[in-house]
């Protein structure tokens, strides 16, 4: 089956900074959601992005189907943006999600 | 923005205690989902259901585990006798199309 992969698998940066996210993915796919999870457990939808560039405040995301990775871009880092960032691509038939195994972010003040 | 919502957001049960939880899609949704998640782990699918009927489980979806959708907006995941190892975060999802919508959770701790 599909597999999903993340990186880096922990990240720390200071309140302010930029990083970048990847997602790679084994097989071609026709969608992928990045979420974050919150420290109270809830998923938050991010971006729904089978390609292209999305831009939603200080993230952004890429998907490059062809190449079978997607970027998540944080800027200007706040504490507030700590936890845990899962992409997720479906499979087909039933559309069931496989999950990357998710990147641990914290920023510190 | 409608959303899915799960009840209980926590419970705890003894061993081998039956549980049932519970989750409203989103009204004009027609695929229902599943999810499963261990303290640190990755979310791993449990099952999905279509048109009344389950459209595909995983291993981890042994007979312990039944859903239904008994009323046309429930949709309901039953343990009936819980173990240690199914202490988790479990997360239902819908979609009509496209990207699924995932509740908050039910955090469940089996004791």
């Known amino acids: 089956g599909i597999q999903v992969e993340q990186s880096p698998p922990d990240l720390i940066l200071q309140e302010g900074a930029n990083s970048t996210l990847r997602c790679n993915f084994s097989d071609s796919v026709n969608n992928l959601q990045w979420f974050h999870q919150n420290p109270w457990g809830q998923l938050i939808n991010l971006f729904y992005i089978p390609s292209g560039t999305k831009q939603n405040g200080r993230l952004s995301a890429t998907t490059v189907a062809t190449e079978r990775y997607s970027l998540l871009y944080i800027s200007s880092s706040q504490t507030t943006d700590s936890g845990v960032y899962f992409c997720a691509v479906p499979t087909s038939g039933t559309y069931k999600y496989i999950f990357g195994t998710g990147t641990r972010l914290k920023v510190l003040a | 923005e409608p959303e899915v919502t799960q009840t209980p957001s926590h419970q705890v049960t003894q061993m081998g205690q039956e549980v049932i939880l519970r989750c409203v899609p989103i009204?004009?949704?027609?695929?229902f989902y599943w999810y499963r998640q261990i303290l640190g782990q990755k979310v791993e699918f449990l099952v999905s259901?279509?048109?009344?009927?389950?459209?595909?489980k995983s291993e981890i979806f042994d007979d312990q585990f039944s859903v239904e959708r008994p009323d046309g907006s429930n949709f309901t995941l039953k343990i009936r006798s819980t173990k240690l190892e199914d202490s988790a975060m479990y997360f239902c999802?819908?979609?009509?199309?496209?990207?699924?919508?995932f509740g908050p959770g039910t955090r469940l701790l089996v004791l």
């Open positions: 259901f279509y048109n009344n009927e389950i459209s595909e």
């Open positions: 009204s004009n949704h027609l695929y």
């Open positions: 999802a819908s979609r009509v199309s496209g990207s699924q919508y």
